[in-house]
């Protein structure tokens, strides 16, 4: 596996670490103990690091030096591809022929990588795109910078180079089609899980479950508490959830005596322009007295954070998924959304939370204001958003990433046959020609 930009091992909710993060862990984690060992490649970020660490039994995170260790930019990796790609093929050349049967990339930076490597290899390329910046820049918060041409260009050859891609839902997969040309028959779509024995339902139930959390976390018993959880930048909104809020008082000033709005996350992208940005909003707002600014915390405290929660608010202006959706409704937490990307998954609109058209924030405050009226809802929907969020368990996230791997290992064995049989995809089946007589009998034609 490939992660240029972010190591498995960073904090999620700082810098560049995020869902992807979360994503790389539990799926390696889950494929390892399937019988397929993973070497994760990444980007040393200080010297201090070994060149290898076991995260798992049958997990490697290999740090590859490229570039300087610190104060390197996301927007100035491409510059240093090429000593990425140098390494990892030196930490290859240690190895017998063929000790790598497959390249999984994450994000675009890895998907050049990748595609030299698996070239390079003679082995298939799958690679999950994550998020897609023509998708992004359709979808801007004001202000917000658009991605650069250069990834446009970049994520265009890497989807016309990958063997498989791999969408988190069929709105991504509609997405590389749409924008990207990709090939209908080798994109394969595969829902993203959650860590179903860390994010869970409290033994006693959702509501003592919320008011031991509150306890813990030093929360008052009877709040009304709408959380956010992410990285701090202009597409995850977390702005709209203040206004939302500041909406919410001007209407019912009282509700101030019993709100208090968490946020927990680091500056990330164009966030870290304005590290202080948001602290400055709430003053401006009138209502620093009732927001909690929390640093980024580890994901067993990050599991009290979502239970104690009335719900849980992602006002994204784009998700390819929306892993911390699906981790709260885990914890028997609701979620209010924006109704873009993959949140249409993640969130089962009406029963495990709310989806919300736009961001107008006096929208997510009329959603705020019915789990202010009804107390009770937090927790019928938040039983019913545990139920949904069964659903999404790695195990199964990881089996059917084995079979995507498998289809593309087969397919490459076949285009290796002897007279080079022609493979197309049609209505998601592979169709395979050859007018080799011995190729054909291998196939069972």
């Not at 675009?108 to 799958?126: D, F, I, K, M, Y």
């Not at 813990?216 to 597409?235: E, N, S, W």
């Not at 064995?413 to 011995?438: K, Y």
Request: include cysteine; charge should be neutral; hydrophobic fraction near 45%.
């Amino acid at each position: 596996m490939l992660s240029v930009h972010t190591s498995p091992l960073h904090q999620p909710g700082t810098g560049d670490a995020g869902g992807m993060n979360v994503y790389i862990v539990e799926l390696a984690r889950r494929l390892a103990a399937t019988g397929i060992e993973v070497d994760i490649f990444t980007r040393a970020t200080s010297a201090a690091l070994p060149p290898v660490v076991e995260l798992a039994p049958g997990v490697l995170v290999r740090h590859v030096d490229a570039g300087p260790y610190e104060g390197l930019a996301k927007e100035e990796l491409p510059a240093h591809l090429c000593a990425f790609t140098h390494g990892m093929t030196q930490a290859w050349a240690g190895h017998r022929p063929g000790h790598y049967d497959l390249v999984h990339s994450h994000y675009w930076l890895s998907g050049h990588v990748g595609r030299l490597a698996a070239q390079r290899w003679g082995v298939p390329l799958v690679h999950t795109m994550h998020t897609m910046a023509k998708v992004k820049n359709a979808s801007l918060a004001a202000g917000d910078t658009p991605e650069p041409t250069a990834r446009v260009i970049g994520e265009t050859q890497v989807v016309r180079a990958a063997d498989r891609l791999i969408a988190n839902t069929e709105k991504e997969s509609e997405e590389l089609l749409l924008h990207y040309d990709a090939d209908a028959g080798r994109v394969a779509v595969v829902h993203p899980g959650v860590n179903l024995d860390r994010f869970r339902l409290d033994v006693s139930g959702v509501e003592a479950g919320r008011a031991a959390a509150r306890s813990r976390l030093g929360l008052p018993q009877d709040a009304l508490i709408p959380l956010f959880v992410g990285r701090i930048q202009p597409l995850k909104a977390p702005d709209v959830l203040l206004r939302a809020v500041a909406r919410l008082l001007e209407r019912r000033p009282r509700l101030r005596e019993r709100i208090v709005v968490p946020v927990v996350g680091g500056p990330s992208g164009s966030g870290l322009a304005r590290p202080e940005g948001l602290q400055k909003l709430a003053a401006c707002l009138g209502i620093s007295d009732v927001v909690l600014f929390r640093p980024p915390v580890e994901q067993d405290q990050l599991a009290d954070w979502y239970r104690a929660a009335t719900v849980l608010v992602m006002p994204s202006y784009s998700e390819s998924f929306g892993l911390v959706a699906v981790e709260a409704q885990a914890c028997g937490t609701p979620v209010i959304a924006a109704e873009v990307g993959g949140l249409a998954v993640a969130v089962r609109d009406g029963v495990s939370g709310a989806l919300v058209p736009g961001h107008d924030p006096v929208d997510y405050a009329d959603a705020l204001s019915g789990f202010a009226d009804d107390p009770g809802r937090s927790t019928r929907m938040g039983e019913a958003a545990a139920r949904h969020a069964r659903s999404f368990g790695w195990e199964t996230a990881a089996a059917t990433t084995a079979r995507v791997y498998a289809d593309a290992l087969h397919e490459r064995r076949l285009r290796n046959l002897p007279g080079r049989p022609d493979i197309c995809h049609v209505e998601g089946r592979t169709i395979v020609s050859t007018g080799d007589p011995v190729a054909a009998a291998k196939l069972g034609a």
